[in-house]
């Protein structure tokens, strides 16, 4: 049974009524046509209908917020279908309507937006991690696919803030900390600054009430003392205009409070330490006119050093344009003036909006098309490459602050870049292939490493080479989430298929141990002649396709040599039996506790197999391999103290493996140098190596101070064991050294 409802006051009722009335929205749809206005009209019916008897936390009946999230919506000049969907944005999600229903009354596209926003309800801050991961990505796809989405979402959060203080005081401090963390820097990313600075003010003032309110006592009394001030400043600043014949129009303005809280915080200041409280818009006829707007001011108060940035020449990432001064004024007051023109003043303010803003005033303008167009393309560039919600949202956070740096491409294309920025970002935001073949850089005619940081008006130049491919180091230091979700899905395309290859090599030695050649079962999707054998397989394992199965026995998560065996008991059914004397021959083999057919390495392998840091084998040495689980084919020397408690453990996972007569590269080892210390000792040590055409990868002296003798260590990249017996002879003849060793990594 409903709770009952207090008779209200009459006057408190008709107020009621007139803000649920669609004559409360009327006025604002003048710019539609009769038709889409009839169209609205039928959503607010709708909707009226479906939030009957519900009422807010205030005592309003609930049609009052989605009217005031429709005001909001047509003050931004959104077409009939965004303002439909703000007012059916709940009617999913609280009224029991169905998304098949809004589309047979109303059309498929309001019932999407109205189903996107659905989705956004379910969003709660503070959640399990992977959940709310969960609910940003879908939000943020909406949004990427559709901006109207992002756009009601913004329009009701707004609203929802506007009356936050009927709702129970234990709710604020989510609500406002979500507000603050995800929306406002969304409303930021994409443009909306009157939005921005509005939700930053709301959630500062639920967040934290008292220091909001002290605040806001310090800047009433400040207003006080300085009215005399600005009344001045302005009256000679549209005097000076006048005198220019230049028509302006002057707007002061107030930073909000949250930045005023903002900067004391983050700076230590005291509030009679924020200098900058005011400042003052001016709006003029044409772009000309901004630059002359500066001369004048600057004629009428001394400009401040270091503070004059021209966001017309190079626009923010989310479109702004103005050009921003600070001035010395009267009783050295530090004022900001902003110059822009109307069409400027419509985009800092509305921001990605401001696309049907010019459409309603000029539909044939494009200017706004490209307002955080490329920021919403990356968001589905990046989903593309990662599936892992965390992960989409840690690389999407990532572009959330900006903070732009402006570069240049040798073409003088202005590019702008999140500040910490680095080469490798750059050649990502290029293109992909660019970022994934680059090799070196040029910034400003110089070679650079690449992972310098972008600067202010940095020209670079990127160089490529069709054989280079992305390295795993670079997520150490890339910024961008579009670099990062390239580097992370080409590394694990790339391991996937090098894992791909190593399970088909081990498979195949696996059955030749059995006594089953390649002539007998391919391996490949093509060998038709043993389809149903496949079929088998593959039901057994558990795996969709061969290359999934082959995949993950070159992970490590299945054992080559078992699966073989079944797939010969399943080729014996059929009437194929194994060659006694292939097997024979195959599983002669000299390591007793290695259980299947031998592997030949030369270093091409890529990621699936990798060399052991605890023994660094190289050419030459004995070594075995272990099949890590899920991690590829780990190498070690056949004397390493790691096998011998792996074998004890896990020796079905070893694999014999053996060295290629000609290895395809160098191999990592350590050298120990024992040397009298002395001038130069390093340089001659570093010599010698060299001069054995060994490559040092690392040289660890010690924290110790150097006494007598000093050990060195050194990484060093050799081709097999006599290159580096010729170098250690080499580093033997130096004067200075007392002895030289291998050593393991760990050692």
């Known amino acids: 049974m409903p709770t009952p409802v207090a008779p209200r006051k009459p006057a408190l009722a008709a107020a009621n009524a007139a803000a649920a009335s669609f004559a409360a929205l009327t006025a604002k749809l003048d710019y539609l046509n009769a038709a889409d206005i009839e169209n609205v009209r039928q959503a607010y019916r709708f909707a009226d209908e479906a939030h009957l008897g519900q009422l807010r936390n205030s005592g309003e009946p609930y049609i009052t917020h989605p009217i005031a999230v429709a005001q909001q919506c047509a003050e931004w000049k959104l077409d009939a279908q965004a303002l439909m969907a ?115 003010d ?89 630059y002359s707007a500066m001369g004048i001011l600057h004629q009428l108060y001394k400009p401040l050093p270091g503070k004059f940035k021209d966001y017309i020449a190079i626009p923010k990432v989310n479109g702004y344009q103005s050009l921003h001064t600070t001035l010395v004024g009267p009783f050295g007051t530090n004022i900001e003036f902003q110059m822009r023109t109307d069409a400027m003043n419509v985009v800092a303010e509305a921001g990605v909006a401001a696309h049907w803003l010019y459409k309603a005033s000029d539909p044939n303008s494009d200017t706004s098309q490209r307002l955080g167009t490329k920021w919403l393309q990356s968001l589905l560039d990046i989903q593309q490459e990662t599936h892992d919600a965390a992960e989409f949202w840690d690389h999407v956070k990532i572009d959330l602050f900006p903070e732009a740096v402006y570069v240049f491409t040798p073409k003088s294309q202005i590019m702008a870049m999140p500040r910490g920025a680095t080469i490798v970002d750059f050649a990502y935001a290029i293109h992909s292939d660019v970022g994934h073949h680059a090799v070196a850089a040029k910034v400003n005619g110089e070679q650079v490493p690449l992972r310098t940081e972008l600067l202010n008006g940095d020209v670079i130049e990127i160089i490529t080479s069709s054989v280079s491919t992305p390295n795993p180091a670079w997520l150490g230091f890339v910024r961008t989430g579009k670099a990062r979700s ?167 996972r070893f694999i014999a493996v053996d060295w290629s007569d000609e290895p395809a590269r160098t191999f990592e080892t350590n050298l120990q140098v024992t040397v009298s210390n002395g001038k130069g000792v390093l340089a001659k040590v570093a010599a010698a190596l060299a001069a054995a055409e060994v490559d040092i990868t690392h040289v660890d002296m010690g924290h110790e101070p150097a006494n007598g003798a000093t050990d060195l260590r050194f990484s060093v990249a050799v081709r097999d064991r006599i290159h580096l017996a010729a170098a250690m002879r080499n580093v033997r003849r130096t004067p200075a050294v007392l002895r030289v060793q291998r050593v393991k990594a760990g050692a």
């Open 202 to 290: 709301r959630s500062f003032q639920h967040l934290h009430p008292w220091r909001y309110a002290i605040l806001t006592k310090a800047l009433t009394r400040a207003r006080g003392r300085r009215r005399d001030v600005i009344k001045r400043v302005q009256a000679e600043v549209e005097a000076a205009f006048a005198n220019a014949q230049i028509p302006v129009r002057v707007y002061g303005r107030e930073k909000t409070l949250y930045s005023i809280y903002h900067k004391m915080d983050e700076k230590h200041f005291s509030f009679a330490q924020v200098t900058d409280l005011y400042g003052f818009r001016v709006i003029l006829p044409d772009l000309i006119s901004c």
């Open 86 to 200: 703000a007012l059916l944005h709940d009617a999913i999600e609280d009224c029991e309507v169905t998304k098949p229903e809004l589309i047979e009354r109303f059309g498929a596209p309001v019932a999407d937006l109205v189903d996107g926003l659905t989705k956004l309800e379910k969003l709660e801050f503070n959640t399990r991690e992977e959940n709310q991961a969960e609910s940003f990505r879908k939000m943020l796809l909406a949004m990427a696919r559709d901006v109207r989405v992002i756009l009601i979402k913004l329009a009701d959060r707004t609203h929802n803030m506007r009356t936050l203080g009927d709702t129970p005081r234990s709710k604020w401090k989510r609500i406002s900390s979500e507000t603050l963390d995800i929306y406002a820097p969304i409303a930021h990313r994409l443009g909306l600054n009157s939005t921005y600075r509005e939700l930053q």
């Open 486 to 652: 390239k580097i992370r899905h080409h590394l694990k395309t790339m391991a996937l298929t090098e894992s791909q290859e190593l399970g088909e090599k081990m498979l195949a030695q696996a059955l030749r141990a059995e006594g089953i050649d390649r002539q007998c079962l391919s391996l490949s999707p093509d060998d038709e002649a043993h389809h149903a054998t496949w079929e088998k397989i593959l039901r057994f394992t558990g795996n969709r396709s061969r290359a999934e199965l082959l995949t993950d026995i070159g992970l490590g998560k299945r054992i080559a040599s078992m699966i073989a065996k079944r797939i010969v008991s399943f080729l014996a059914e059929n009437g194929e039996k194994p060659d006694a004397l292939l097997m024979s021959r195959e599983r002669y083999i000299p390591h007793e506790s290695v259980s299947q057919g031998g592997l030949v390495l030369d270093g091409s392998e890529g990621s699936s197999v990798q060399f052991a840091r605890c023994c660094s084998p190289i050419p030459g040495d004995g070594i075995v391999g272990y099949l890590g689980r899920g991690e590829g084919l780990f190498v070690h020397t056949d004397d390493c103290p790691v096998v011998k408690r792996l074998q004890q453990r896990d020796s079905e």
